[in-house]
């Protein structure tokens, strides 16, 4: 059934908005005035909504974006950054938040709207699927501060696009548009601006039409075998196969196929 909820549901958040419409939460960065720059209470809304949606048997997949037309984020606080020191660098507070996106087990959608930079790149990049509105513009460009992409994006850029684009793009900072990002694999889809959320939405009723087992298994045996070899990678496969193969919904999937209907999986 489809529901809509807004804040209370996911608690206070002062820096989101928040909707839930037919199993999709769709989380907006509310910062329009600073082009939704991520400062330290964007961390804490952001970090709580989605360990309320972890929760939620509701919500089956994430859609994240920004408000207005001119930035996905921008990149973080640069007030704050100012203030950051060695120690802000260890504690690493928003490389582990992007690690719980890259890590969340439900599927994860990117609608890059605008800017997407720095941090917002970063985010994007923690996402499952990345989908960019063709005015999007996505880049690194912390060097020119004298700082790095310290929230993951000197490792998950060059996993994306390649090592050699991956280092010309962080040490020389340059932006790329939403074909170029498309060409080398920063994004999965361009699409009109304004259709961008409803591409999102649908990308996302496409998946979530699929086994929910099957798809928090495939997530968690691709992420995994990105860090091991293709020998590992493929013992991890045939062990997440093997629960597949013994699962009800692997039972009602094959037997849906087969009676021609429609499947209603449990997530079981």
Do not use: H
Not at 48 to 54: D, Y
Not at 84 to 99: E, G, H, I, N, P
Not at 163 to 171: D, K, N, Q, S, Y
Not at 222 to 245: F, N, P
């Amino acid at each position: 059934m489809d529901i809509e909820r807004r804040g209370p549901a996911y608690g206070a958040a002062e820096t989101l908005l928040v909707e839930v419409t037919g199993g999709v939460l769709l989380v907006t960065i509310n910062r329009p005035d600073v082009r939704n720059a991520i400062n330290s209470q964007v961390q804490r809304d952001l970090r709580s909504v989605l360990e309320a949606a972890r929760a939620d048997e509701e919500v089956g997949a994430v859609v994240l974006t920004g408000a207005g037309e001119k930035a996905f984020i921008a990149g973080a606080d640069i007030s704050q950054v100012a203030g950051y020191s060695k120690a802000t660098a260890l504690d690493s507070d928003l490389q582990r938040l992007f690690d719980l996106v890259e890590d969340f087990p439900k599927p994860t959608i990117a609608a890059v709207n605008g800017y997407a930079l720095g941090g917002g790149c970063e985010l994007a990049m923690a996402c499952d699927i990345r989908i960019a509105s063709a005015t999007a513009r996505l880049g690194l460009p912390e060097t020119a501060l004298s700082i790095l992409p310290g929230a993951g994006g000197t490792q998950r850029l060059g996993r994306l696009v390649g090592t050699g684009r991956a280092i010309e793009m962080v040490l020389t900072g340059r932006m790329v548009d939403a074909a170029e990002a498309l060409r080398i694999g920063l994004v999965t889809e361009v699409t009109d601006p304004a259709a961008l959320i409803d591409t999102a939405r649908a990308t996302a009723a496409t998946i979530l039409a699929r086994g929910p087992l099957a798809i928090r298994l495939a997530k968690l045996v691709i992420r995994a075998g990105m860090d091991a070899d293709q020998r590992t990678g493929q013992v991890v496969e045939r062990l997440a196969q093997a629960v597949l193969y013994e699962s009800a919904d692997k039972a009602e999937g094959t037997a849906a196929f087969l009676g021609k209907r429609v499947p209603r999986f449990t997530g079981r």
